[in-house]
């Protein structure tokens, strides 16, 4: 049974969404881990050298200065919010895809549109590019392939297997095949010779987010809590890295492989071990997005913000020994916010 709040201003608003709202409100900040304000909620994130590239809800892309934390170049066009980024030839272009179904090539020196690329029937969610060809995720469910060696890129191949909407593309190592990630619980590999799906993958129990390949290893992070590794050729699971709530982004670095989850949190789990060795606090919306360069993470989440972290052992025994943000502020039942949803999950379990 869910209770509904009784103040006028929480008519129609669960205990729980409150309890959550509340949680929010006490994390409140723009400080944690060198924080940069976004003008919108942030969506993807690249980093690459002294600028990173944030793809904002806004309908707009923007490079950013890490040093001077300023907005160098604005990326306007598109007329729905911005979910997926590439670069390509070194940095002097940059690919966006978008919910008003377009891909958009830019110049990053000038951020000038040179291109729009138009074919899927709804929202872009993923983009994969190599040097010959740009692959396309969308809501619709299938993937498009785009030469764009040609002055006006042309679709090559529709590649239709998934059944629900494509979350993530991915490049094998050798660049031969292309996983892809689905709500519908699957991974498809692709083979891009053929532009066919050679083998399924199976074994989360709902919607797929995100998707990585690190030195041939296939990482897959899950709104049923986990993150998996999978063998690229067998498809077989051999570490399950499991998360209070929905995980919505990952990356990898060295031992370890970084998430991001819709509990606002940033993790930091043991490869070799599978041990968690820190949780980062800072953030106080979903984690939506996660890049690497050198020993720094970087995190977009849907508070609006660019965050950096460093993941040394030394940094790393710092998030661990850090106290947590004060639960304070205790609702109508005499609990805190982050008690209340404790118990709602609880009695959803149940």
Not at 54 to 65: D, M, Q, T, W, Y
Not at 168 to 176: I, K, N, S
Not at 263 to 287: P, S
């Amino acid at each position: 049974m869910v209770n509904i709040g009784r103040e006028a201003g929480n008519f129609f608003q669960s205990d729980r969404e409150l309890a959550k709202q509340q949680l929010k409100e006490q994390k409140y900040n723009y400080t944690v881990g060198n924080a940069i304000k976004l003008s919108t909620k942030g969506l993807d994130v690249l980093v690459e050298g002294h600028y990173a590239y944030v793809a904002e809800s806004g309908f707009l892309a923007k490079r950013i200065h890490l040093e001077t934390q300023k907005t160098v170049k604005l990326f306007k066009g598109h007329k729905g919010p911005v979910t997926c980024m590439a670069l390509t030839h070194n940095g002097a272009y940059l690919w966006t895809g978008s919910w008003d179904k377009t891909i958009k090539k830019w110049n990053t020196a000038t951020a000038e549109c040179l291109l729009t690329l138009q074919g899927h029937d709804d929202f872009i969610k993923c983009i994969a590019v190599s040097d010959t060809f740009l692959y396309s995720g969308s809501s619709d469910k299938c993937i498009f392939k785009w030469n764009i060696t040609a002055d006006e890129p042309t679709c090559q191949a529709v590649m239709k297997e998934h059944t629900r909407p494509i979350e993530g593309l991915a490049f094998a190592e050798d660049g031969g095949y292309l996983f892809s990630a689905s709500t519908d619980l699957t991974i498809k590999k692709w083979d891009l010779a053929k532009d066919i799906c050679v083998q399924t993958f199976s074994g989360h129990e709902t919607s797929i987010y995100s998707i990585k390949v690190h030195e041939d290893e296939l990482w897959t992070a899950s709104a049923d809590k986990t993150v998996r590794r999978w063998n690229t050729e067998t498809g077989a699971v051999d570490t399950v890295l499991t998360h209070p709530d929905r995980v919505k982004s990952l990356a990898v670095v060295g031992g370890y492989v970084i998430t991001g989850a819709s509990d606002d949190i940033v993790r930091v789990w043991n490869i070799a071990t599978g041990a968690l060795e820190c949780a980062i606090e800072g953030h106080f919306d979903e984690v939506s997005a996660l890049a690497v360069q050198g020993s720094t993470v970087y995190s977009v989440s849907l508070d609006c913000s660019l965050r950096r972290w460093s993941i040394t052992p030394e940094a790393m025994q710092k998030y661990s020994q850090a106290k947590p943000f004060e639960k304070k502020n205790p609702t109508s039942s005499g609990l805190t916010a982050e008690e209340e949803l404790e118990l709602d999950e609880l009695l959803e379990d149940d």
